[in-house]
């Protein structure tokens, strides 16, 4: 493996393969896959007359779906399908690959991985929802907040620590995919059916949204609000069958409780919320 820097790069345009592979539509991504001498390509080149990504052979679909916004919600395929139909071949529900061995065990029953990248902070959830989601499942489950957020390595090992992740669409959903961990995904602006869970997790998304370009695949809310934002509820029920609790809540009495945890949240300045290395501060 090597670090992506102008050492690397060099190296690359002097060796020659039997074949590429870049599945990245970055255009200096591109660029560089284009000048890798290989037999064979698969996935995105550079348009040297726009500068924009384009289609090897067997590509084209995978990016009209990016590009066309009507076409990405009416697609009823995973993005494994795509992928694997990128290289020529066919997807039958093979797992992901992680090379990466963890070397510690589970410590926890839920991980809440809570932060999103910088380019898409439509996808994030409410943080006064997962502070709900913390203090509610922490009376009868171990809860860890998102760790390792400047280091790889101990992000790996964090969410191999956990039973269930509870995740926004981000990166460390896939990672935990690739973990085989149970989890539950939330979906702000983004198509929940185009990850496939392998039966380990169930995506939720909000079940009365009322913006008509949900979803929308934007980085930022068109409506500057967060209309598509899931229920706490249906995120704490989810997370609950997964572990197995098979409890009978009353629907009065829990939307009470929903009540009073959101006045708990917004009164109580002494909440331990975490901070950016994934600690809780005061």
């Known amino acids: ?47 040297v007359k726009t500068g924009d990504a384009e289609a090897y052979d067997g590509t084209q679909n995978a990016l009209s779906v990016c590009h066309d916004g009507l076409k990405k919600k009416q697609s009823q395929h995973y993005w494994q399908e795509h992928l694997f139909e990128m290289v020529g071949a066919k997807w039958d529900g093979d797992e992901y690959v992680f090379g990466y061995e963890p070397a510690g065990e589970e410590k926890y029953d839920i991980g809440l991985n809570y932060q999103v990248g910088n380019k898409w902070p439509s996808k994030c959830w409410s943080m006064d929802k997962w502070k709900m989601l913390d203090m509610e499942l922490g009376k009868n489950y171990s809860v860890s907040w998102q760790q390792g957020l400047d280091d790889m ?11 269930l992740l509870v995740t926004n669409d981000s990166f460390g959903l896939h990672l935990a995919i690739a973990m085989k961990k149970k989890v539950v995904g939330i979906f ?38 967060r209309v598509c934002d899931p229920a706490y509820e249906d995120v704490y029920l989810a997370a609950r069958r997964i572990l197995g609790d098979k409890r009978q809540l009353n629907p009065a009495e829990f939307a009470q409780k929903i009540t009073n945890l959101a006045g708990t949240i917004g009164e109580t300045a002494s909440y331990q919320a975490p901070d950016s290395s994934g600690a809780l501060s005061g």
């Open 153 to 163: 390595e101990q992000y790996f090992e964090w969410i191999n620590s956990c039973k």
């Open 1 to 47: 493996m090597l670090i992506y820097d102008l050492t690397s790069v060099l190296q690359l345009q002097s060796e020659h393969f039997d074949a590429v592979i870049n599945l990245e539509k970055v255009p200096g991504l591109c660029a560089l896959a284009d000048q890798v001498t290989a037999w064979r390509r698969y996935g995105f080149r550079l348009d």
């Open 188 to 225: 702000t602006s983004t198509t929940s059916y185009e990850t496939h869970l392998y039966g380990r997790g169930v995506a939720v998304v909000s079940g009365n949204c009322g913006c008509p370009h949900v979803p929308c695949h934007q980085p930022v809310c068109r409506l500057g609000e």
